[in-house]
């Protein structure tokens, strides 16, 4: 049976609720589903409505309840006529969701919490009306406005963090078209260049981009020489020379010279338009993990109302039997009064309060949780996939030495390379100037500077004629700086391992987690860090289509996979990954993707998250086992089953205790949460001492 792609109900195929997208069907448990898929802005703006309503008028009935005595509202009555009218606007507008998805439930004859919490408020709700209109027709004068506007305003807020956290995953898909420049520069049949919009541009048009630019359309270089950032796609920072007969890629960047380019795809077929699909599918199709509440509920509905039919039955018939005057009146308050004390309060804070903590826990160690249901995937990992490139290696290449010749120190070797990287684009040119800068060197005018694609750059400084030629080999980047045709230094770049990699590997190991590496990279280069880290399963050379699919067939073979990586070459992989991690020095587009931001990109806290996960879904599987062994011990007790110890008058007050127990049973779930962080931090100070870097 599938699963809707919004709530993660089972919904049979049969189902007129359905919409094709790119060939896939998606099946919806309700309307309200279909069109959080279909519009999602849309949606979200609704919800957003909805939610400032209920908190709007929920405080407002929890003051008037709890703090205003009656005389103010000049009796009784009145302060609960005053509650029912900001009631109603909750009630029947905030809540509407939730009666929608009941009805679906209904229908597919399948609980879900949306049936629990329209049965619990629309009693207590209808309940709580008529007690305001009859205040004598029923042997109690309590109502129960609060309790039924809070659960709906709780459970509301919830869905809203939810629908954001799906919003700006989309956002983050959009991201990428904007790599994509508005204008290209078209090659006319006579050799002009006319600036056009790059919509305009049709398969078999001849572009010119000059350097600096993005490359706005697939196609195929047929004059001229350059390199090419290509990190976009592959993830790794080293250009990859162009020339004629090269394949291009929209959205990649031409660093240092000019590219004719015969076009050959644009539109929705270009790299990055592809991508942008893949990322959309991957946000749309993730299976949802079936909420514990709604498993809960889908057994726990028929056993409440069952029980409550039961006990309203059974008073009404035995009182009218024996003649006793009340027997309706009793019937309703035994039928009332088992419906609101299963009332999905403590249940409704079971999750939220433990991910708040759990949440607030992380944020303070350098970790964002961005979609707290991300945890209890987490749980299931027995398999991470790693990034090479910015993720197990810094983002940009270290100088590892410098090597000078007779004549010459370190800083004179950097000044005269730097003075002309600062007109470069290339990854080693960025490092050697921000060095050059780091130890305060003055940068020397140049002129005449030319920098040649794939073989680097040069110029004319004080009269002198210098030249940088990048030497470049699959583990480390040499350059070499020339004085009039005189080598005056060499200065050597390597892509350093982050040191918080090997200590994270080594015990995710220890833990029984698989650790594979995925990268752009050469296998060479691969191999090397591999072997450093300890890591056993690698795979090279792979695009970011390729990441996902790797990710997809782990997948299929059982593993709970979560992926961490740092590119936009990653956004798909995260998205599609049972959990996506993403690094703070990364991409927005891959920060948004991400359901986790290591946001002092150390990989030890990936541990951390693993214990803060684990530990949560502990806790939140206890505050619902304490809802449920609340709920257990007191249905029967809102059934009457004190009535022949304390005598039929309990029915008086078992309404006003139904609301005491929802409280106790809430305030349980509080007090649980809070010795959360305190578990946390015990398991983790156990852990840390021996992932201390030295």
């Known amino acids: 049976m599938p699963t809707d792609p919004v709530c993660g109900m089972y919904v049979p195929e049969t189902t007129e609720l359905k919409t094709v997208i790119d060939g896939n069907t998606y099946y919806f448990c309700s309307r309200s589903c279909q069109q959080k898929f279909t519009s999602p802005v849309e949606e979200l703006k609704k919800l957003k409505k909805r939610l400032i309503v209920a908190w709007s008028l929920s405080l407002p009935i929890f003051i008037i309840n709890y703090f205003l005595p009656s005389n103010l509202f000049l009796g009784i009555q009145n302060k609960y006529l005053a509650m029912l009218l900001l009631a109603i606007p909750v009630q029947f507008y905030s809540g509407f969701p939730f009666y929608h998805g009941a009805y679906h439930s209904?229908?597919?004859?399948?609980?879900?919490?949306?049936?629990?919490?329209?049965?619990?408020?629309?009693?207590?709700?209808?309940?709580?009306?008529?007690?305001?209109?009859y205040p004598h027709s029923i042997h109690s004068s309590s109502v129960y406005f609060d309790a039924s506007s809070f659960i709906i305003t709780m459970i509301l807020t919830g869905n809203y963090i939810e629908n954001i956290t799906k919003e700006k995953a989309d956002n983050s898909a959009r991201k990428l078209l904007s790599l994509i420049p508005q204008i290209s520069h078209l090659i006319d049949e006579d050799g002009s260049i006319l600036d056009v919009h790059t919509e305009e541009l049709a398969s078999g048009n001849n572009i010119l981009v000059k350097p600096g630019e993005l490359i706005p359309a697939d196609g195929i270089v047929y004059e001229g020489i350059s390199e090419?950032?290509?990190?976009?796609?592959?993830?790794?920072?080293?250009p990859s020379l162009k020339t004629t007969g090269d394949f291009v890629s929209s959205g990649t960047k031409n660093l240092n010279g000019i590219l004719k380019i015969k076009v050959s795809k644009t539109g929705k077929n270009t790299t990055i338009n592809q991508i942008y699909e893949l990322i959309q599918r991957a946000i749309s199709g993730r299976a949802k993990v079936q909420r514990i509440a709604d498993v809960f509920s889908a057994l726990f509905i028929p056993v409440v109302i069952a029980s409550a039919l039961i006990s309203g039955i059974f008073w009404y018939l035995y009182l009218s039997h024996i003649n006793y005057p009340y027997y309706l009146d009793i019937a309703v308050l035994a039928f009332v009064s088992v419906i609101v004390i299963a009332c999905p309060c403590a249940i409704g804070l079971a999750g939220p309060i433990a991910l708040l903590i759990s949440s607030n826990y992380a944020s303070e160690n350098g970790i964002l949780i961005k979609n707290t249901s991300s945890l209890d995937r987490l749980t299931k990992v027995n398999r991470i996939i790693f990034d090479k490139s910015g993720t197990l290696t810094e983002p940009e290449p270290n100088i590892e030495k410098i090597v000078t010749k007779e004549g010459f120190n370190e800083d004179d070797v950097l000044k005269f390379a730097a003075s002309l990287e600062i007109f470069s684009n290339h990854p080693v040119a960025r490092s050697i100037f921000k060095q050059a800068l780091h130890r305060n060197l003055q940068i020397i005018e140049a002129k005449n500077v030319k920098e040649i694609p794939g073989v680097g750059i040069e110029g004319e400084i004080q009269g002198s004629r210098i030249s940088v030629k990048r030497k470049i080999d699959p583990s480390s980047s040499e350059v070499l700086v020339i004085?009039?045709?005189?080598l005056i230094g060499e200065i050597y770049l390597s892509y350093r391992i982050r040191e918080s990699a090997f200590p994270t590997i080594t015990h995710l190991k220890r833990m029984g987690i698989k650790v594979t590496m995925v990268t752009g990279d050469s296998e060479i280069e691969a191999k090397r860090v591999a072997e450093v880290l300890g890591i056993d399963k690698i795979h090279s050379r792979v695009l970011p289509e390729g990441k996902s699919q790797i990710i997809k067939n782990y997948q299929m073979n059982g593993d709970y996979v979560a992926f961490v990586g740092d590119g936009i070459n990653d956004a798909i992989a995260l998205e599609v990954a049972d959990v996506g991690i993403a690094m703070s020095s990364g991409s927005d587009i891959a920060k948004e993707s991400g359901d986790i931001i290591l946001v002092n990109n150390d990989l030890r806290n990936i541990i951390l998250v693993r214990i803060i996960s684990d530990k949560t879904i502990d806790k939140i599987k206890q505050n619902i086992g304490w809802a449920i062994g609340y709920n257990a011990f007191l249905i029967p007790v809102a059934g009457g089953l004190l009535v022949p110890v304390f005598g039929i008058g309990i029915f008086q007050i078992l309404p006003i205790l139904a609301a005491f127990a929802m409280g106790m049973s809430s305030s349980s779930v509080v007090i649980n949460s809070i010795m959360l962080r305190r578990n946390i931090e015990k398991k983790w100070n156990h852990i840390k001492s021996g992932l201390d870097i030295a």
Request: no cysteine.
């Open 483 to 486: 004085l009039d045709d005189r």
């Open 228 to 238: 090419v950032d290509e990190s976009m796609l592959t993830g790794e920072q080293t």
């Open 106 to 133: 209904l229908r597919n004859k399948i609980g879900n919490m949306d049936l629990l919490i329209s049965i619990g408020t629309l009693t207590a709700f209808i309940f709580s009306a008529f007690v305001t209109f």
